[in-house]
Nanobody, 121 residues
Framework: QLQASGGGLVQPGGSLRLSCDAS????????IGWFRQAPGKEREAVSC????????FYADSVKGRFSISRDTTKNTVYLQMNSLIPGETAIYYC????????????????WGQGTQVTVSS
């Protein structure tokens, strides 16, 4: 239902833009977002955006560096990631949430397969 793309290898300080295509989603949802998970570490919330009015929410660790946006005509959400650091190497998963407030950062009804982001020199 979700197709995440845009991951890859980037140097520290670099940028990447991830995409999440939710056009195939069949369940009701009110926000689309992202979390990430590195090997051996717990899942970490990243960002989410509400589908009705485009309100955005960010984890403190990415505020000021990451930006989430949406293209309602394509039912696609983008995550622009700037000033990446090696500690942000992880698989980034796109999510659907039934919450239209800050809880979309932490409560998901569905997530896709993810895209690998590697930050390394």
């Amino acid at each position: 239902q979700l197709q995440a793309s845009g991951g890859g290898l980037v140097q520290p300080g670099g940028s990447l833009r991830l995409s999440c295509d939710a056009s195939g989603a069949t369940l009701d949802y009110y926000a689309i977002g992202w979390f990430r998970q590195a090997p051996g570490k717990e899942r970490e919330a990243v960002s989410c955006i509400t589908t009705d009015d485009g309100r955005t929410f960010y984890a403190d660790s990415v505020k000021g560096r990451f930006s989430i946006s949406r293209d309602t005509t394509k039912n696609t959400v983008y995550l622009q990631m700037n000033s990446l650091i090696p500690g942000e190497t992880a698989i980034y998963y796109c999510t659907l949430s039934s919450y239209s407030d800050y809880r979309c950062l932490y409560e998901y009804d569905y997530w896709g397969q993810g895209t690998q982001v590697t930050v390394s020199s």
